[in-house]
């Protein structure tokens, strides 16, 4: 047996793991920050074009304009893009008192008037397509054109047990890298402030104020998207008055269309900007395809 020793080595330093945010890639639009009715408000904007009408994108119940922005940024060489935070949202400062749907279109006026923006061209996601049917109603004249995204918000998400089973249905058909960008959204906004919105939207007349729109519309739906009742019964309602509406499918999307369709999507809106017809995007690969199904009778015949 050795009389010898072993002196034990100290061990390596445990390396401490770390998460790294992966660094968010350039983005066409700057992030800016302005002042409205006193609240500090973040918002997103295009460099041009200098002479460019402009199209501004509202976000949807809970979210910021994060998740707008891959639609935005492929619509931004043509049109002089904003992509608000509306107060109480993403990373703007609340009102001191909640906003409603009626608020909420106050808001985005009084961004625009502090942008200097006078007409602009309207794109919303779900209840973002309740505020831009409101800032119609009480702004006619500033409004070029309407493009509602998968406008929930109605009869169809009631109650808000309903409204949350659609939402978790819809999670699972979404891609997951939107949890990134919805979550903290979500988190930031509070379950408070959720029941208060839902339950003032629920007395908002979101029919009323889409059938009596009097600009060119664009209604786009995704086929796969629970928060909607189907294509067909859209269809219905806005074949029941003599409209400017134009009613779109995209096969193979789901609610968050600005997010996960957005080649798609901007191929959509710029060709109805442009009067001309609707087809599918050939620089869009993919299952997902777009087609229309209704073409109100004030709108031009692109045939």
Not at 48 to 59: E, N, Q, R, S, Y
């Amino acid at each position: 047996m050795s009389d010898e020793t072993t002196t034990p080595q100290p061990s390596a330093p445990r390396r401490r793991l770390t998460l790294r945010r992966r660094p968010a890639p350039p983005s066409a639009l700057a992030s800016r920050w302005t002042t409205v009715d006193g609240i500090k408000l973040h918002y997103r904007e295009s460099p041009g074009p200098p002479d460019g009408a402009t199209m501004t994108h509202l976000h949807g119940f809970g979210l910021s304009g994060a998740y707008l922005v891959p639609t935005a940024e492929l619509l931004a060489d043509d049109f002089h893009t904003l992509v608000p935070d509306l107060p109480g949202f993403g990373r703007s400062g609340r009102s001191p008192s909640p906003l409603g749907v009626e608020g909420l279109a106050h808001a985005a006026a009084a961004f625009l008037d502090e942008r200097q923006v006078a007409t602009t061209s309207l794109v919303g996601n779900s209840m973002g397509c309740a505020v831009i049917c409101e800032f119609a109603h009480r702004y006619p004249e500033r409004v070029d054109r309407a493009v509602l995204v998968a406008p929930a918000g109605g009869l169809h998400n009631q109650p808000l047990t309903t409204a949350m089973k659609q939402l978790v249905m819809d999670s699972v058909r979404e891609p997951p890298s939107l949890i990134t960008v919805a979550v903290p959204d979500y988190l930031r906004f509070g379950v408070p402030s959720t029941v208060r919105l839902f339950r003032a939207l629920t007395q908002f007349p979101s029919l009323e104020r889409l059938l009596e729109l009097q600009v060119p519309t664009l209604v786009v739906l995704g086929r796969s998207d629970p928060l909607m009742p189907g294509p067909e019964r859209i269809k219905e309602v806005a074949g029941q008055t003599a409209n400017s509406v134009l009613l779109v499918v995209i096969h193979g999307a789901a609610h968050a269309i600005n997010f996960s369709h957005p080649g798609e999507l901007a191929n959509v809106i710029r060709r109805f900007m442009a009067d001309r017809p609707i087809i599918d995007d050939p620089d869009s690969p993919g299952h997902a395809h777009a087609y229309e199904i209704h073409r109100g009778q004030h709108l031009p015949d692109t045939t």
